[in-house]
């Protein structure tokens, strides 16, 4: 569904924003129906509150080293009330709220980049198949020093990726920096309207799948359904088994969490939550079907696999549905409503926190994997089949699907 900007309630099971350019941010999904205002009117300050922030606001319009306007000052107090609340609340100007929307669909207008931050520059995970910057020649591992001539401030990815976008039909210069190549190269890319697609896919062979979801858009749970068709008809509909990689998910749709746990589980509660709002105590149950019909089902899970990841990953080991492999998930039971301003602005605030099906929290203790193995090296980028030869963590998460047997014990 489309995030409706006037009276939506958006809710967030993420750890961060702006992580990629595919991405755009942090992911969301939306519930239906007003922003209940009832109770988030301007609250009655009493005197002495009043009084304490009329005077720090007039101090700093008066002393502060550098003019500032009222505009300015007054977000800054919001800012700042909210990021003291906990982590994971925050004020959203008008840029911020824009990333928020174009991140819940997975639609945008740009290049078809995947890029990150790494030893202080940007660099390129993986260009989108098919789209315009893979036509143009980028390649994995290629260095973005320019946009438009214009040098790039590796610490600034979120400005990095604002830049790339674009209207459609409309061309960027990105200046590249290559191995092996002596000189930056320069490439002219028209931008396009571009689909994120979350879920990639590849057949192993033998009846196994691999399945990676790298973060949870309100496609997911469709991208998923057509992979794992995908994966049944190149096994000749004979799947025995797949590896399910969430590592370095940070989260996303709380919906599109829910129907990816969903889609492997029979019955039974998939996640709870509870909160002051009415919208903010839920249960969610799986239906009936299981895309793999029993087959088995290895997750792996490390310590960037946040909020989102662990609903699922949670579900299917509290229903023994699925083995999780790999090391401790990052630990965030958290969802964040994200309620529309004026002037296209929005808060992100912490409404509940929610609960996995034997009834426990996760927030600030993730999740314990079934098997611990740890991944020699920092490896954060590049997980895949492609990569199998230094991807131990993959390697024995196929060892242990082959040696286990194919069924595992349905949700009961």
Do not use: C
Request: zero cysteines.
């Amino acid at each position: 569904m489309s995030l409706k900007i006037r009276g939506g309630l958006v809710l967030i099971v993420g750890t961060a924003l702006g992580l990629t350019l595919s991405l755009g941010g942090g992911v969301l999904a939306e519930r239906p129906g007003p922003l209940p205002l009832a109770g988030l009117s301007a609250p009655s300050l009493g005197a002495e509150e009043s009084r304490l922030l009329a005077e720090v606001m007039e101090r700093v319009r008066q002393d502060y080293v550098e003019d500032i306007d009222d505009r300015r000052l007054i977000e800054s107090a919001i800012r700042g009330m909210v990021a003291e609340l906990d982590p994971h609340s925050q004020f959203l100007d008008a840029d911020q709220f824009e990333e928020i929307r174009i991140s819940t669909t997975g639609n945008y207008s740009g290049v078809g980049l995947e890029v990150t931050v790494e030893d202080g520059r940007i660099r390129v995970v993986t260009p989108m198949d098919g789209m315009p910057a893979h036509h143009a020649g980028i390649a994995p591992g290629d260095v973005l020093l320019t946009i438009d001539e214009r040098p790039v401030d590796g610490t600034r990815l979120s400005d990095a990726v604002s830049r790339m976008r674009g209207q459609p039909g409309s061309s960027v210069a990105l200046g590249i920096l290559r191995e092996g190549h002596d000189e930056p190269l320069t490439f002219n890319v028209q931008r396009k309207a571009i689909a994120v697609r979350s879920v990639r896919s590849e057949y192993l062979g033998d009846g196994f799948g691999y399945l990676r979801i790298t973060h949870f858009s309100e496609t997911t749970p469709k991208d998923l359904r057509h992979a794992v068709a995908t994966l049944n008809r190149l096994a000749d509909g004979r799947l025995r088994g797949a590896v399910l990689d969430l590592r370095d998910n940070p989260g996303g749709v709380l919906d599109a969490a829910v129907e990816v746990a969903d889609a492997f589980l029979e019955r039974g509660v998939i996640v709870s939550g509870d909160g002051r709002l009415r919208d903010a105590r839920f249960q969610r149950r799986a239906r009936a079907g299981d895309l793999l019909d029993g087959a088995g089902l290895i997750v792996l899970v490390n310590s960037g696999s946040a909020s989102a990841s662990e609903i699922v990953a949670g579900a299917l080991k509290d229903h023994g549905r699925a083995t999780l492999l790999g090391t401790h998930t990052y630990g965030k039971g958290s969802v964040q409503t994200v309620m529309p301003l004026s002037n296209g602005r929005a808060i992100k605030l912490t409404t509940s926190r929610y609960f996995t099906p034997s009834g426990a929290s996760i927030h600030e203790q993730g999740i314990q994997p079934d098997v611990l193995v740890q991944q020699p090296g920092d490896r954060t980028a590049g997980f895949g089949p492609a990569h199998l030869d230094d991807d131990f963590q993959l390697r024995e998460a196929l060892h242990w699907l082959r040696s286990t047997g194919v069924m595992h014990s349905r949700a009961q």
